[in-house]
């Protein structure tokens, strides 16, 4: 079980371009979680999703950000335009149900970097 | 809205020396609480979890009590390693909504 896969680690874009960062939850896993780490900040909720459906966007950002789980392939957290101050590490997690949120296994992160 | 609060770091102890990392929170109703860790270029692992006041939760060595009259969950290890050095997290969940996290505490531990 190869757990919770981001990729890429590391991105680096300029400002104006888009990012594009994946997550292939655990298997057996429907249920995604994005959370956003800034410098100096804890981890704070993004977004929620299941196969095909977003659950709780409440976290997003009303501009720019978006996400989605197809019903193949990993979950996309795209971010458009992007600005300095969307550098953060970004974390994905994973359940099996929506029993508890005491059940995530997360990712190792994708580092964004805006230059 | 439902809040968690730990204390700063980073935390610099020797091995073999006692640990505490403070934890409060805000919330209404009954949360669930947790600690989890973070080891350099890893994602976060739970590391234990009290689900209801005076539960004690433990790990490796780690402990931390569900204080709800002093709404705490401080994180303590009686004799840290090397290997403990990590950013430890403290957050709460209610009624299976998302997790809300601290801002983490980086443990140093030098042998």
């Known amino acids: 079980n190869a757990g919770v896969m981001q990729n890429p680690r590391h991105l680096v874009r300029r400002r104006g371009q888009e990012a594009r960062l994946r997550c292939s939850p655990m298997?057996?896993?429907?249920?995604v979680y994005w959370y956003r780490q800034l410098p100096e900040e804890g981890l704070k909720f993004m977004v929620y999703?299941?196969?095909?459906?977003?659950?709780?966007e409440s976290g997003m950002p009303k501009e720019r950000f978006s996400a989605e789980f197809p019903k193949e392939g990993p979950s996309i957290l795209r971010i458009q335009q992007v600005v300095r101050g969307d550098s953060a590490a970004y974390f994905c997690?994973?359940?099996?149900?929506?029993?508890?949120?005491?059940?995530?296994?997360f990712g190792a992160g994708s580092r964004l970097t805006v230059l | 809205g439902d809040s968690v609060t730990q204390m700063e770091g980073p935390v610099t102890l020797s091995e073999e020396a006692f640990l505490t990392i403070n934890c409060t929170y805000t919330?209404?109703?009954?949360?669930?609480l947790f600690w989890y860790v973070q080891y350099p270029g890893e994602g976060l692992q739970l590391l234990l979890k009290?689900?209801?006041?005076?539960d004690k939760g433990s790990n490796k060595g780690f402990e931390a009590t569900y204080r709800k009259e002093t709404t705490s969950f401080h994180l303590e290890k009686g004799s840290v390693q090397v290997s403990d050095s990590a950013v430890y997290f403290c957050?709460?969940?209610?009624?299976?909504?998302?997790?809300?996290f601290g801002k983490g505490t980086t443990l140093s531990v030098s042998s």
């Open positions: 999703l299941q196969k095909e459906n977003i659950i709780d």
């Open positions: 957050a709460l969940n209610q009624a299976g909504t998302a997790l809300i």
């Open positions: 298997k057996g896993h429907s249920h």
């Open positions: 009290a689900t209801k006041a005076d």
């Open positions: 997690a994973s359940s099996p149900d929506k029993s508890g949120a005491n059940v995530l296994t």
């Open positions: 919330a209404t109703g009954y949360p669930s």
